[in-house]
């Protein structure tokens, strides 16, 4: 009997844990019978009562694994190690504790992987959040997939059942801040996409904050494109002509007109001044950027301290 692993990172999520074992388990009951199933919960640190509730399932349900952080890592960071940690013919990557991606589609996503094909993954064609979110969202990843080489369809997100080699694959890659929705089609494989509903919240408070969201956001960028510095080199470029277009602009000037002006152009060179400056630092920016994530990359260190690991 073949075994399918899921993946559940969470923070603070003791509304939910419950619900969440127990759709996964109902679902092993039924569609997905002929299937064994891990389910392997990874911990962040939780302040509430996560800890002690993941505790008393597992204690009782041993296709149940708990992955307890020393400290929080970030999600990103939490949810891959607890991927790296399974042992399943096939891994869910990521099925969050408040079910916004629905478990009813992981036995269509099942019944793909059995067919032949590695990575099957969700595409959120329709999002039950405010507007504006759902405008950055869908521009942020419409830029990312135009500027990356991958052939990525906007509207994915970690909500991926992939292939035991593609795991191993992914293992190969050394990120110290790895972006999973995109590694899996940087592996390569044969893949298929599924619509479906990405549903609102329905109980507790989410934990990703703008911040967290905007640093997930250039991690993304930074990893997966090198636009953004090709996109410095051809400003510089354009900048530099320009440049060289406006002097030979006022020497012409001057020598025509050269009694008639009566002082230099003072507000040209302020506006000039400030533009160039903060051209120069949004280059800084993003060069610092890519500096701080080789850093990262260098210094090898575990994406994940674990503090404990329960029926592992």
Same mark, same amino acid.
């Given at each position: 009997m073949k075994t399918i692993s899921i993946?559940?990172?969470?923070?603070?999520?003791? #509304?939910?844990?419950?619900?969440?074992?127990? &759709?996964?388990?109902?679902?092993?009951?039924?569609?997905?019978?002929?299937?064994?199933?891990?389910?392997?919960?990874?911990?962040?640190?939780?302040?509430?009562?996560?800890?002690?509730?993941?505790?008393?399932i597992a204690a009782v349900d041993g296709d149940v694994k708990v992955i307890l952080n020393a400290r929080n890592f970030g999600a990103m960071r939490?949810?891959?190690?607890?991927? #790296? &940690?399974?042992?399943?013919?096939?891994?869910?990557?990521?099925?969050? &504790?408040? #079910?916004q991606d629905p478990p009813e589609l992981i036995p269509q996503m099942v019944a793909?992987?059995?067919?032949?094909?590695?990575?099957?993954?969700?595409?959120?064609?329709?999002?039950?959040?405010?507007?504006?979110?759902?405008?950055l969202r869908g521009l942020y990843y419409r830029l990312l997939t135009s500027l990356s080489d991958l052939?990525?369809?906007?509207?994915?997100?970690?909500?991926?059942?992939?292939?035991?080699k593609v795991v191993e694959a992914m293992r190969r890659i050394?990120?110290?801040?790895?972006? #999973?929705?995109?590694?899996t089609f940087e592996c390569g494989f044969r893949s298929v996409g599924l619509p479906y509903r990405w549903v609102e919240r329905r109980r507790g408070v989410s934990t990703n904050t703008i911040g967290s969201l905007v640093d997930q956001g250039l991690n993304g960028l930074v990893t997966n494109t090198l636009a953004p510095l090709r996109l410095m080199l051809f400003c510089g470029f354009g900048l530099a002509a320009l440049s060289l277009l406006y002097a030979c602009f006022n020497l012409v000037i001057g020598l025509i007109y050269y009694r008639d002006i009566a002082a230099p152009g003072v507000m040209?060179?302020?506006t000039a001044v400030f533009f160039f400056g903060g051209v120069q630092l949004f280059a800084i920016g993003v060069l610092a950027e890519y500096v701080l994530a080789i850093y990262s990359q260098v210094r090898r260190k575990p994406v994940v301290f674990e503090r404990e690991r329960i029926n592992f």
């Amino acid at each position: 009997m073949k075994t399918i692993s899921i993946v559940t990172p969470c923070y603070n999520e003791e #509304m939910n844990i419950r619900d969440c074992h127990a &759709a996964i388990r109902a679902l092993f009951e039924n569609d997905l019978k002929d299937y064994r199933r891990e389910h392997v919960f990874c911990d962040n640190a939780s302040t509430d009562r996560t800890v002690d509730i993941l505790r008393e399932i597992a204690a009782v349900d041993g296709d149940v694994k708990v992955i307890l952080n020393a400290r929080n890592f970030g999600a990103m960071r939490s949810n891959y190690n607890g991927v #790296m &940690a399974t042992t399943g013919d096939a891994v869910l990557l990521f099925f969050p &504790a408040d #079910m916004q991606d629905p478990p009813e589609l992981i036995p269509q996503m099942v019944a793909h992987w059995a067919q032949g094909v590695e990575v099957v993954y969700g595409v959120r064609k329709i999002r039950e959040e405010n507007a504006t979110m759902r405008l950055l969202r869908g521009l942020y990843y419409r830029l990312l997939t135009s500027l990356s080489d991958l052939s990525t369809p906007p509207g994915v997100g970690d909500f991926q059942l992939v292939d035991r080699k593609v795991v191993e694959a992914m293992r190969r890659i050394e990120d110290a801040y790895p972006f #999973m929705r995109m590694m899996t089609f940087e592996c390569g494989f044969r893949s298929v996409g599924l619509p479906y509903r990405w549903v609102e919240r329905r109980r507790g408070v989410s934990t990703n904050t703008i911040g967290s969201l905007v640093d997930q956001g250039l991690n993304g960028l930074v990893t997966n494109t090198l636009a953004p510095l090709r996109l410095m080199l051809f400003c510089g470029f354009g900048l530099a002509a320009l440049s060289l277009l406006y002097a030979c602009f006022n020497l012409v000037i001057g020598l025509i007109y050269y009694r008639d002006i009566a002082a230099p152009g003072v507000m040209t060179i302020i506006t000039a001044v400030f533009f160039f400056g903060g051209v120069q630092l949004f280059a800084i920016g993003v060069l610092a950027e890519y500096v701080l994530a080789i850093y990262s990359q260098v210094r090898r260190k575990p994406v994940v301290f674990e503090r404990e690991r329960i029926n592992f």
